[in-house]
């Protein structure tokens, strides 16, 4: 009986720590989403906590795009994750997701599942970035060390899209 409980405590906690992770199917599941009700459905069902929205937030050349954010905390202090997706014409278009170390390497197994190659990196002051691609979707990641008042370690930023 202890051997079940233990088990089933290890199988809870692990399910619960990697909740907030997100895999390339999720952010591919995300562009599949109708509304914008059902990716904030989906999102704060992964323990994600809704942060800001910005109608207009950001423009490029003949679009507008709006912008929603989520942040994932580990504990009341420590900012564990960041999500933002920017929209336009209720499609959305890409997907910033920030994450520590901890996590990356869920991430990347999830890119090369999916048959993500390297096409390109490059060395920037204080970064590395590589971008993969699998043909219809890019991820362009940027490596960089952090180190605030509640955290220090390395960052790893994407901007997931897919090709038009």
Known sequence: MKKIIISFFILFTTQISFSQNL???????????ENIEEINSFITNKGWHFNDSKKNARTYPQKNYDQISWVFYENDYSLSGSLSLLIS????????????????DY????????????VNNDIKDGKIITIYSNGKY???????????????????????REYN
């Open 23 to 33: 895999t390339v199917s999720e952010m591919i599941n995300i562009y599949q989403k």
């Open 89 to 104: 014409s209720n499609k959305v278009e890409t997907i910033f997701y920030g994450i520590f170390d901890e996590t990356y």
């Open 107 to 118: 991430f990347k197994n999830s890119l090369v599942s999916y048959g993500f190659k390297v």
């Open 138 to 160: 890019e991820a362009n990641i940027s490596i960089s060390k952090i180190s605030d008042q509640y955290k220090s370690g390395i960052a790893y930023f994407i901007a997931f």
